[in-house]
């Protein structure tokens, strides 16, 4: 059975970082693409970055381009967002999810549903 756990959020400063973890079971890593999405209270969810989703290499949102980085570990299994430079409009509730791909024709990387989610991390930044 295909899980998905993820770990790693908390209370930050502005300015500070973060690394989320999302650790997977029931599937490897090598043949999907994995996700992070994040919603904030009374706003839609968002997708934030994926690897190995655009051509086999990573994808970004362009709201958190060159302060968060994607990456995963093939022998934990295991997927990384680390976060640099936070503000307080990251926070919110943060998802991993799990898709075999590729997008639907027409939809960007982070546009569709994927197939599997895991239960999430709450990220909140606030002095």
């Known amino acids: 059975q295909l899980q998905l756990v993820e770990s790693g959020g908390g209370l930050v400063q502005p300015g500070g970082s973060l690394r989320l973890s999302c650790v997977a079971s029931g599937f490897t890593l090598d043949y999907y693409v994995i996700g992070w999405f994040r919603q904030a209270p009374g706003k839609e969810r968002e997708g934030v970055a994926c690897?190995?989703?655009?051509?086999?290499?990573?994808y970004y949102a362009d709201s958190v381009k060159g302060r968060f980085t994607i990456s995963r570990d093939i022998a934990k299994n295991t997927v990384y967002l680390q976060m640099n430079s936070l503000k307080p409009e990251d926070t919110a509730l943060y998802y991993c999810?799990?898709?075999?791909?590729?997008?639907?024709?027409?939809?960007?990387?982070?546009?569709?549903?994927?197939?599997?989610w895991g239960q999430g991390t709450q990220v909140t930044v606030s002095s």
């Open positions: 999810a799990a898709d075999r791909g590729p997008a639907p024709y027409g939809m960007g990387p982070l546009e569709y549903e994927y197939a599997d």
């Open positions: 690897i190995s989703c655009s051509d086999g290499r990573s």
